[in-house]
């Protein structure tokens, strides 16, 4: 007797290890704006603290913090559009 045929080409497995990839691209895309977020605040700190000398440095962290926010989107897009080639 042949087995029900399912909405998707792929098998359990395969979509639960799909599920757990998309996971995975979350938890990265979360850990660069946590990094982003203490990039913020340790420049911000420097900038209230120490105007004089830690200006130079609070604004690079500040800047560095929007560069690596960025990044991070940037990533989780990329991956996430390859994880959609793969629902078939």
């Not at 982003?36 to 560095?64: C, I, K, T």
């Not at 897009?77 to 629902?87: I, P």
Request: aromatic share 6%; net charge positive; glycine share 10%.
């Amino acid at each position: 007797m042949p087995s029900p045929v399912s909405s998707s080409p792929l098998s359990l497995s395969d979509r639960l290890a799909l599920q757990r990839t998309r996971l995975a691209n979350e938890r990265t895309l979360l850990t660069y704006v946590r990094t982003s977020l203490a990039l913020v605040g340790f420049g911000l700190a420097l900038l209230q603290f120490h105007p004089e000398r830690g200006g130079r440095l609070g604004y690079s962290a500040l800047v560095v913090a929007v560069v690596v926010l960025g990044v991070g989107l940037a990533r989780f897009r990329v991956h996430g559009r390859r994880l959609v080639g793969y629902q078939a």
